[in-house]
């Protein structure tokens, strides 16, 4: 058994869609940590300069580029402006994603008041949202013959939660997008090319906090059951998916591809 302090991710090039955000942000850190040089990508510019700027302060290197996750020629984009700086890429992060407001059904409502439009939008973000970046990113791991997709599903994707319909159906898609992916690059591009998912549990963020949390910073009654669901009895903090992050980034796992990883406190362990 070799020990391992991640010395291989000196020097990787790691993209994170989402970047700007509390999960992905996180992931961004952690990566830039251990010498990893990490693009973070989001909606505006001035939220990844912010993410960027924390990696610096922590004395990482990073850098911030803008593009949707929905929009191919502006991925196609910044695909090549990281070609052209640094000549690789190693990590692509698919985090970008989330439910909507709209896309909620409330707690007096039921499927016939499901308004197609946010339906659609959900399941384009989340679904879309993660096979458009890994479609235009994973042509880079093709040439090369190496590269690492990691994909962010969740705990409603293996038993869907209530009320939340399109993010839990685009989050079940995840998973299975993750086995077809890395089956599909795997077989016709070597062992090089790993694809795998991460499931978070429940970790306060700023779609979520609502629903979970009062404003005086209590339990609303979806977080408790929630709380009471999770063994562990607490929501996750970013830092609980540094390990596995490490882990599927790095070569500890050389031989794992399209596996999904739950870190949720035991919330997917358990019936009652
Ligand atoms: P977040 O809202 O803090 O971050 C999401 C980021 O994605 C934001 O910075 C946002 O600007 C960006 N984004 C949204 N639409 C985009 C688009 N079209 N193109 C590019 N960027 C876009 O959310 P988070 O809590 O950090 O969640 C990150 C991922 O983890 C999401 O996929 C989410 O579904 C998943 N997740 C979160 C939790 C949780 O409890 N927070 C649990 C399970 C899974």
Redesign the pocket.
């Given at each position: 058994m070799k020990t391992n302090e991640f010395a291989e991710l000196k020097g990787r090039v790691a993209l994170i869609?989402?970047?700007?955000?509390?999960?992905?942000?996180?992931m961004a850190n952690v990566l830039a940590h251990y010498g990893a040089i990490v693009g973070i990508?989001?909606?505006?510019i001035e939220?990844a300069e912010t993410?960027v700027d924390v990696i610096k302060k922590n004395g990482g290197e990073a850098f911030a580029v803008k593009?949707?996750?929905?929009?191919k020629e502006e991925l196609q984009e910044v695909r090549d402006f990281i070609i052209e700086k640094y000549g690789r890429l190693d990590i692509l992060i698919?985090?970008?994603?989330?439910?909507m407001p709209g896309a909620t059904i409330g707690p007096d409502q039921a499927i016939y008041d499901m308004q197609l439009p946010h339906l659609q939008k959900v399941l384009d973000?989340?679904i879309i949202?993660?096979i458009l970046p890994s479609q235009v990113f994973s042509e880079v791991f093709a040439k090369q013959k190496s590269g690492i997709v990691i994909n962010?599903?969740?705990?409603?994707a293996q038993r869907p939660l209530s009320r939340v319909v399109g993010?839990s159906a685009s989050?079940a898609a995840?998973d299975n997008f993750t086995k077809w992916l890395a089956v599909e690059l795997a077989g016709k591009y070597g062992d090089g090319i790993r694809v795998n998912a991460?499931?978070?549990?429940?970790?306060?963020?700023?779609?979520?906090r609502v629903l979970l949390l009062n404003p005086d910073g209590t339990l609303t009654k979806r977080g408790e059951k929630i709380i009471d669901h999770t063994p562990m009895g607490r929501?996750?903090v970013?830092e609980d998916l540094d390990g596995a992050l490490l882990f599927l980034c790095s070569n500890m796992s050389q031989f794992v591809t399209g596996t999904v990883l739950n870190i949720d406190g035991g919330f997917a362990a358990t019936s009652i």
């Open positions: 869609t989402g970047g700007a955000g509390v999960l992905g942000c996180g990508m989001d909606l505006t939220g993410a593009a949707n996750v929905l929009d698919n985090a970008a994603g989330g439910n973000l989340n949202g993660t962010i599903s969740s705990a409603s993010y989050k995840i991460i499931a978070p549990g429940f970790f306060i963020g700023e779609q979520n929501f996750g970013p």
